[in-house]
């Protein structure tokens, strides 16, 4: 067992306590989402941070 970097994998798979550097990653990563997960129903800014991301409607910005 070598798990000593916590690191945000997905928002998906958070733990029920998040706090610490984790927290910050968390923070930074629903600060202005733009994917949504279709499984989690979870939002993040970067598709990677889900497990089934979908992309967020962007305002101001319709493309049909
Ligand atoms: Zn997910």
Do not use: I, N, Q
């Not at 690191?7 to 910050?24: E, H, I, N, Q």
């Not at 129903?41 to 049909?64: D, I, Q, Y």
């Amino acid at each position: 067992m070598s798990e000593k970097k916590k690191k945000l994998d997905t928002m998906c798979g958070l733990p029920k306590d998040v706090k610490g550097d984790l927290l910050d990653a968390f923070r930074e990563a629903v600060r202005k989402p733009r994917f949504y997960c279709e499984r989690c129903h979870r939002v993040a800014r970067k598709k990677r941070h889900l497990c089934k991301p979908v992309r967020l409607r962007e305002k101001g910005k319709s493309s049909r």
